[in-house]
């Protein structure tokens, strides 16, 4: 049989069949689903349910008012099955979407990272030449530089002392204009008083002006010829000044000549350099070039992450308002025909209780394989496995058993019954009729011998030299030899042979000091297979080889021993959540051991704290249904 939900009765249809079919447009492949899944859990119509079934149909797919209780649940259950098939669809669609967009979200992210860093290694080689090429010019250049700095500096404080001459030859000049202004005046001056004494035709008046004309003349003539000494003292100073000046400009025009030819000559070196390194210098154009594409690719691929972006915002929006979960969650997916184990270790009472629930649930899902898992080292494990098949109710009472000692002693064919001897000496009951004495007759050796339940079934014989055990044997129910333990003369333990049911040995336990030493598992040969230093290595070893990973195992989330199981098996779990473990702080560390997300929980309050607190893509089904709203709200 195919995989299907058990829990909504849809078997899972023929990828091939899928394939087969026509495009279609979204709303058509939802609508096509759900209509397929309808048909895929309708259970199959026998001869004699033919009519029946057709009357049935007929009944839940009337728009007619509504008569009767059950066609009111029967149309009900067909809207709550197309509600779950149409989800599923709508899920299906909405999440591939996510993925294809998140994937060309991912390409976008990655080609904006991979662009980005031949950007940086494009801009750290180009900065490399640049920097090769300016210590080459340095180095090239240094001695010109540095002959450069000392003329700019030589014809910057010259220029300086220029502006000073300059502004003193200016200032002098004026004090020469004001000088030569005052010659031409007393000169002026002396013309006019002559003027004046020669023009004067009284002889009583020129008599009497002569002297002091006279006077003034020859004041005016000293104060010229000191004025004169004055100016030539000023022109001397200004000559000098410009003397300097002209020598100052000369020393300029040489240095900026220098500083021109220097110049020239750095210009030579950077052609010289530039034309040495050429390779370098293709590369930088060749960079630049890079560095302008890669700088378009860059801007298209942010543009077409903002575009993914907006896309994906859009569908978790969807997800969100149709949804309401922001993980694909379906429903667990079994075969009727897998058989469920159930790991029946370290379990609490509600526990038990639980587990029962979900034997229940799985039995009425058509679930015809039961097993029961436990690590226990232990002898006829029958009683055991018969109270939890009660407690678990187990219909038909039949399960699988899966123990490493009980599936090793249950090889073979089932031998023939363990005998006691028949030659005795004597034969007693104790008092309390629960242990049987027998005398072998050489008086040395006793047995002892207990039974099942005060019956007729024996179930353990401890052999007895003189007062000191030898031996003890521990039978099956059905009466063949299970076990044998032997002990060193001090009485301390020696080694546990184990048989399988056709009397073979199996398993062989050493002891030292009464301390388990080492395990030896032996072929129906009597060969040696492997070797284990303790009983949790042994399990371990027989978990890896012998168990039967195909089946489903069932266990509590939280229990320890369960998940360390799926882990060590690689089967295919399916863990068991209740509303204390889904609200547990520990909850996402559990699911993290689990080899896949697939859970049976409590009820759909547990099953919605499960999904948010896991936020991963889970298969999880109910073990109480009973969930239908009030109302189904619809998006618009």
């Known amino acids: 049989m195919g995989l299907r939900d058990m829990f909504r009765g849809k078997s899972e249809q023929s990828d091939t069949t899928a394939a087969s079919q026509p495009a279609l447009t979204e709303a058509e492949r939802v609508k096509r689903q759900a209509t397929e899944n309808n048909d895929r859990v309708r259970p199959a119509a026998t001869p004699q349910s033919t009519t029946a079934t057709a009357n049935e149909e007929t009944a839940v797919n009337t728009n007619s008012p509504i008569e009767s209780a059950t066609i009111a649940k029967q149309k009900l259950a067909a809207v709550a099955q197309q509600y779950n098939d149409s989800r599923e669809a709508l899920q299906d669609l909405l999440f591939e979407q996510q993925d294809t967009v998140q994937e060309r979200l991912d390409q976008a992210a990655e080609k904006i990272k991979t662009t980005q860093t031949q950007i940086d290694e494009a801009s750290q080689e180009m900065s490399g030449i640049q920097d090769q090429l300016e210590d080459a010019v340095q180095s090239a250049s240094a001695k010109l530089v540095a002959q450069q700095k000392t003329l700019n500096d030589k014809i910057a404080a010259n220029q300086e002392t220029a502006k000073g001459l300059v502004a003193n030859v200016n200032e002098l000049s004026h004090e020469l204009t004001v000088l030569n202004q005052r010659q031409q005046k007393l000169t002026e001056d002396e013309d006019s008083i002559s003027a004046k004494f020669e023009a004067e035709k009284d002889p009583a008046a020129i008599v009497a002006l002569a002297d002091q004309y006279r006077q003034t003349i020859d004041d005016n003539k000293d104060e010229r010829l000191k004025n004169a000494q004055v100016i030539a003292q000023v022109e001397s100073k200004r000559q000098g000044l ?78 969100h308002d149709w949804l309401g979960v922001p993980v694909p969650v379906k429903g667990l997916m079994l075969d009727t025909d897998t058989e469920i184990i159930l790991d029946m270790d370290q379990l609490s009472d509600q526990q038990v209780a639980l587990m029962k629930r979900v034997v229940s649930l799985l039995v009425q899902r058509g679930v015809n394989r039961v097993g029961l898992y436990t690590s226990q080292f232990t002898l006829n494990l029958n009683e055991q496995i018969a109270k939890w098949t009660t407690e678990l109710a187990v219909d038909g009472g039949v399960v699988t058993v899966h123990n490493p000692l009980y599936n090793l002693q249950h090889q073979g064919e089932l031998g023939a019954k363990f005998q006691l001897p028949e030659e005795v000496t004597s034969d007693t009951w104790n008092e309390s009729h629960t242990e049987r004495t027998l005398t072998l007759p050489d008086g040395e050796w006793t047995l002892k011998v207990h039974y099942y339940d005060l019956g007729d079934r024996i179930s353990t014989i401890d052999y007895f030299k003189g007062d000191e055990i030898s031996e003890s044997s521990t039978l099956t129910t059905s009466g063949q030899l299970a076990a044998n333990r032997f002990y060193n003369a001090d009485g301390t333990k020696d080694r546990d042979e184990y048989y399988r049911q056709n009397g073979l040995g199996v398993l062989t336990v050493h002891y030292e000091q009464d301390s388990l030493s080492q395990i030896e598992l032996l072929s129906p040969v009597g060969m040696q297979v492997a070797t284990f230093d303790s009983i949790d290595a042994f399990t371990k070893w027989w978990l890896a080889n012998d168990f039967n990973s195909k089946g489903v195992l069932v266990g509590p989330l939280e229990n320890a021993d369960y998940r360390e199981l799926v882990s060590m098996t690689k089967g295919m779990p399916v863990a068991l959540v209740t509303a204390d473990v889904a609200a547990s702080d520990k909850l996402n560390d559990w699911a993290a051991e689990m080899t896949q997300q697939q859970y049976l929980v409590a009820d759909y309050e547990t099953e919605i704290k499960l999904i948010h607190r896991l936020q991963k893509p889970l298969n999880v089904s109910l073990i109480d249904p009973h969930n239908l709203p009030v109302m189904l709200g619809v998006v618009e």
């Open 242 to 319: 410009k003397d300097q000046l002209q020598s100052v400009r000369d020393t300029l025009t040489t240095d900026q000549k220098t500083v021109s030819d220097i110049n020239d000559e750095l210009e030579d070196v950077m052609v010289k350099i530039a034309t040495a390194d050429e390779e370098k210098s293709h590369r930088l154009d060749e960079l630049s070039d890079q560095l302008a594409s890669l700088q378009h690719d860059l801007a298209g691929a942010e543009n077409r992450q903002d575009e993914q972006q907006a896309q994906l915002t859009e569908i978790n929006q969807d997800i």
